[in-house]
């Protein structure tokens, strides 16, 4: 079956940076979206980045210029690499993987990992 393993979160202070990795197995990875949502406390779940099976990307506006999503198709791993971080950025954050439609809306994704959590202090 489809596991995500995410991993890479952590505390820092606001200003620094951070990388996630989501490890993927039981799929044909290269052909696969990966992407990235968060979810703060009391907030819905929403979209960071995804990157698509031909390396073409997409960002949510709030992320955009800070965070780069990349892939590894010979380790089947995801990373999200998170630069000039606020505390706005504190949230959960999920690997999934796309299964079709819209890149930003959360229900087309079909498997999520457990989440790692990142946490900025001002």
């Known amino acids: 079956q489809v596991q995500l393993e995410e991993s890479g979160g952590g505390l820092v202070q606001a200003g620094g940076s951070l990388r996630l990795s989501c490890v993927a197995s039981?799929?044909?990875?290269?052909?696969?979206?990966m992407g990235w949502f968060r979810q703060a406390p009391g907030l819905e779940r929403e979209f960071v980045a995804v990157?698509?099976?031909?390396?073409?990307?997409y960002y949510a506006d709030s992320v955009k210029g800070r965070f780069t999503i990349s892939r590894d198709n010979g380790k089947n791993t995801v990373y999200l690499q998170m630069n000039s971080l606020s505390p706005e950025d504190t949230a959960v954050y999920y690997c999934?993987?796309?299964?079709?439609?819209?890149?930003?809306?959360?229900?087309?994704?079909?498997?999520w990992g457990q989440g790692t959590q990142v946490t900025v202090s001002s």
């Open positions: 999934a993987t796309h299964r079709l439609g819209v890149y930003d809306t959360a229900r087309n994704y079909d498997f």
């Open positions: 039981g799929l044909t990875f290269s052909m696969t979206g």
């Open positions: 990157i698509i099976g031909d390396g073409t990307t």
